[in-house]
């Protein structure tokens, strides 16, 4: 790494990129989540886009999504007390009472409330490059990863580009996790690694992945930090969002948890992969 934990902020990158294509971003203009990029709730189909809606705010060019004290859990019926505030870039559920539906995280879950189907941004292999700040609370995560539309039930393995849990965080290093899970998808070995590195995640720092259709690269402030030799092929979309188990939290922590981004930004190569 090129970043010592004492050099705070890591710079963003310019938003152009040699030879990549700027696909999809934002920068977060604006006092608003734009619905037109962002489905402003986690994976509805489990609970309700009412209780499953992102507690976000957007200002000053950033999104920060935020856990307050006194947030319900997000679906009690399958997930316990857990709590979240997260978006995402698709949506994809079976009929009411169904068992069909993104991410079913639980044997037990069915459809509990209907949905629209829709996809604002789901690629098939791109560079793909946050720059963020979490929480260095036990008790809380924040990740960006990506998962299958599962339009079809094999589509459902998740590119994790990072996972960064408060408890492994610290001002002299934190610990980054990213990989692959195979879920439903039997061509997708389960590969996830994690990397302890100089950095104090509570700071701005640079998260990003390119899918490949062989492989996919793992960057932390435009080092690389690990390959995974698999690929999946089909359209994934990205959830991105803060998450805490109240059990885990330390008792007399202060609220709100924060995850700020101050981008997302996703690129394709202009002469293709090959």
């Not at 902020?9 to 920068?27: C, M, R, S, T, V």
């Not at 700040?133 to 094999?154: C, F, Q, R």
């Not at 439903?184 to 994690?194: I, K, L, N, T």
Request: contains cysteine.
């Amino acid at each position: 790494m090129n970043k010592g934990p004492a050099q705070g902020d890591f710079p963003a990158n310019p938003i152009d990129k040699p030879g990549y294509l700027l696909e999809f971003h934002d920068e977060f203009p604006g006092t608003s989540v734009d619905r037109q990029k962002w489905l402003p709730f986690h994976l509805p189909q489990w609970s309700s886009r009412h209780q499953a809606a992102a507690n976000a705010r957007v200002g000053d060019g950033c999104l920060t999504l935020k856990i307050d004290a006194g947030q319900a859990p997000w679906c009690p019926e399958y997930d316990g007390d857990t709590r979240c505030s997260s978006l995402q870039t698709g949506l994809f559920a079976g009929p009411l009472g169904s068992t069909q539906g993104q991410h079913r995280f639980n044997p037990a879950s069915v459809v509990r409330e209907t949905q629209v189907n829709r996809i604002t941004y789901a690629p098939t292999c791109g560079y793909f490059e946050l720059r963020a700040k979490g929480t260095g609370t036990p008790g809380n995560h924040v990740a960006l990863w990506m998962i299958g539309y599962e339009d079809s039930p094999e589509r459902a393995a998740e590119i994790c580009i990072c996972e960064i849990f408060g408890k492994d965080a610290g001002p002299a290093s934190s610990t980054i996790r990213f990989g692959v899970h195979p879920f439903a998808d039997p061509r997708v070995v389960d590969d996830f690694r994690q990397v302890r590195l100089p950095i104090d995640i509570t700071d701005f720092h640079l998260y990003a992945a390119e899918w490949t259709p062989t492989h996919i690269d793992f960057y932390v402030d435009n080092q690389k930090v690990g390959v995974v030799a698999q690929s999946p092929a089909y359209p994934m979309q990205f959830m991105l969002g803060i998450y805490e188990r109240p059990q885990e939290t330390q008792a007399g922590a202060a609220y709100p948890k924060k995850f700020v981004i101050d981008y997302f930004r996703a690129y394709q190569p202009i002469a293709g992969y090959r």
